[in-house]
Nanobody, 127 residues
Framework: QVTLVESGGGSVQAGGSLTLSCASPGFTYTLTRMAWFRQVPGKEREGVAAFWPGDGQSAEMSQVADSVKERFTISHGSAKNTVYLQMTSLNPEDTAMYYC????????????????WGKGTQVTVSS
């Protein structure tokens, strides 16, 4: 069983920055894609960014949604059990619950491709 624990959410003013963390105690994401999604009430869960560590034959890679790619960066810790989402120039439209997910195949931005989810961390951006 994979447990994902998000942290780092909070309330900030527009233009501010936050870094979210996703820890997976006891689990290293070798051969597993890690991703961040966000969701606001009444809307579908939206893929924000994903990280693939590589498998020895393919290099590690990351993908970020076009809507945030100039402002958000996904990265990982050296121990390969923590993934970060660095968010800058936040605006009120970024307000959402942010979720960490782990999966291994399929389009990175589709929630159904992920088997494990954290409980989320709330990000609120005020104008």
């Amino acid at each position: 069983q994979v447990t994902l624990v998000e942290s780092g959410g909070g309330s900030v003013q527009a233009g501010g920055s936050l870094t979210l963390s996703c820890a997976s105690p006891g689990f290293t994401y070798t051969l597993t894609r890690m991703a961040w999604f966000r969701q606001v009430p009444g809307k579908e869960r939206e893929g924000v960014a994903a990280f693939w560590p590589g498998d020895g034959q393919s290099a590690e890679m990351s993908q970020v949604a076009d809507s945030v790619k100039e402002r958000f960066t996904i990265s990982h810790g050296s121990a390969k059990n923590t993934v970060y989402l660095q968010m800058t120039s936040l605006n009120p439209e970024d307000t959402a619950m942010y979720y960490c997910a782990a999966g291994s195949a399929g389009p990175w931005f589709l929630p159904d491709e992920y088997s494990y989810w954290g409980k989320g961390t709330q990000v609120t951006v005020s104008s």
